[in-house]
């Protein structure tokens, strides 16, 4: 059985020839439709990869040639573009050809993965007609929340310098730490922990909380180091601003988990943060900066005074 893409992979800009291709990956005759979401999923996320990794123009090349070769079927892909000039080739005449057009879709739409921003891809619908099944599927914007979104903006020169969590895996982008962030435990004065501090991550198991949404990597952090403590704490309320929060924990007497700087604007002065161990909730935070892009005298000088007032107030 064969499989079609519908507006399909047009993961990034794979658009035009391949959103209209046709694979000769056989589905599996006991699931067809799973194995196609399976298919198309992961090679969109082997396309993410290489990006996120900051390959070079032949690395992404050699990486596209490959997916291209082991899911899509070129000569086919080949025969149907030129129509009935392919048929009446000689032999040699259409090996030269099934040559040069891989090479043009590997070129072309390799160059276009470079217009990526952050992307990602949804499959939306899997659906089986006659004895092709058919996957569509949608680009879904970036997060702006998300960290990786500074990244590929660096990396795609629409910013010079950003603040981000570090060290990253991307090795086309250059990081200088400038501080711990931890996470403490916040709660009312009146609270039953406002006078124990440290506080073991565990000990948390099944408190009422408050938490920023599971897209906020703050809450991701969280979520991780109570994972490592074997916590579970009930998270009874979800919200997406911080101010939002303390308000909460401040009527309501529910706890939270941010960053410890939260507390230390002083703006709800019944509010206490308890550092929090074993484990300990943190993460470095740095500057980031593409290393081959061009840094203008002003980003320069937000770099130098950024690494001023770090200094200062740490």
Same mark, same amino acid.
């Given at each position: 059985m064969l499989v079609t893409f519908g507006n399909k992979i047009r993961f990034a800009a794979l658009a035009a020839a391949l959103a209209a291709a046709v694979t000769a990956a056989p589905a599996l005759a006991a699931d067809p439709q799973s194995d196609a979401r399976a298919m198309v999923t992961g090679m969109a996320e082997a396309?993410?990869?290489?990006l996120r990794a900051g390959a070079d123009k032949a690395a992404r090349e050699a990486r596209f040639r490959e997916m291209y070769r082991r899911n899509f079927d070129n000569a086919g892909i080949a025969a149907w573009a030129a129509g009935r000039a392919f048929q009446s080739a000689s032999p040699a005449a259409k090996q030269d050809y099934l040559a040069t057009f891989e090479s043009y879709i590997v070129k072309a739409y390799a160059a276009q993965l470079t217009k990526y921003k952050g992307e990602r891809l949804r499959v939306d619908k899997v659906e089986t007609e006659g004895r092709y099944t058919v996957v569509i599927s949608n680009l879904v914007p970036p997060d702006p929340r998300d960290p990786r979104e500074i990244e590929m903006r660096l990396e795609n020169g629409e910013l010079q %310098?950003?603040?981000? &969590?570090?060290?990253?895996?991307?090795l086309s982008i250059e990081s200088e730490p400038?501080?711990?962030?931890?996470l403490v435990l916040i709660v009312r004065d009146d609270h039953p922990l406002a006078d124990q501090s440290p506080i073991p991550v565990q000990s948390l198991d099944r408190m009422?909380?408050?938490?920023?949404s599971n897209t906020f990597c703050t809450r991701r952090l969280w979520e991780e180091n109570a994972q490592l403590a074997s916590a579970q704490p009930q998270i009874v309320m979800e919200m997406n601003t911080v101010s939002s929060i303390l308000a909460v924990v401040e009527k309501t007497g529910l706890a939270t988990v941010l960053p410890k700087l939260t507390v230390a604007e002083k703006r709800f002065d019944h509010l206490v943060g308890l550092d929090l161990h074993n484990p300990t909730?943190?993460?470095?935070?740095g500057l980031l900066w593409h290393r081959e892009n061009y840094l203008c005298s002003a980003s320069r000088?937000?770099?130098?005074?950024?690494?001023? %007032?770090?200094?200062? &107030?740490h």
């Amino acid at each position: 059985m064969l499989v079609t893409f519908g507006n399909k992979i047009r993961f990034a800009a794979l658009a035009a020839a391949l959103a209209a291709a046709v694979t000769a990956a056989p589905a599996l005759a006991a699931d067809p439709q799973s194995d196609a979401r399976a298919m198309v999923t992961g090679m969109a996320e082997a396309v993410i990869g290489t990006l996120r990794a900051g390959a070079d123009k032949a690395a992404r090349e050699a990486r596209f040639r490959e997916m291209y070769r082991r899911n899509f079927d070129n000569a086919g892909i080949a025969a149907w573009a030129a129509g009935r000039a392919f048929q009446s080739a000689s032999p040699a005449a259409k090996q030269d050809y099934l040559a040069t057009f891989e090479s043009y879709i590997v070129k072309a739409y390799a160059a276009q993965l470079t217009k990526y921003k952050g992307e990602r891809l949804r499959v939306d619908k899997v659906e089986t007609e006659g004895r092709y099944t058919v996957v569509i599927s949608n680009l879904v914007p970036p997060d702006p929340r998300d960290p990786r979104e500074i990244e590929m903006r660096l990396e795609n020169g629409e910013l010079q %310098v950003g603040l981000g &969590f570090v060290p990253i895996s991307n090795l086309s982008i250059e990081s200088e730490p400038l501080f711990e962030e931890r996470l403490v435990l916040i709660v009312r004065d009146d609270h039953p922990l406002a006078d124990q501090s440290p506080i073991p991550v565990q000990s948390l198991d099944r408190m009422p909380m408050v938490m920023l949404s599971n897209t906020f990597c703050t809450r991701r952090l969280w979520e991780e180091n109570a994972q490592l403590a074997s916590a579970q704490p009930q998270i009874v309320m979800e919200m997406n601003t911080v101010s939002s929060i303390l308000a909460v924990v401040e009527k309501t007497g529910l706890a939270t988990v941010l960053p410890k700087l939260t507390v230390a604007e002083k703006r709800f002065d019944h509010l206490v943060g308890l550092d929090l161990h074993n484990p300990t909730p943190s993460r470095q935070v740095g500057l980031l900066w593409h290393r081959e892009n061009y840094l203008c005298s002003a980003s320069r000088a937000f770099i130098a005074i950024t690494k001023q %007032v770090s200094a200062a &107030f740490h």
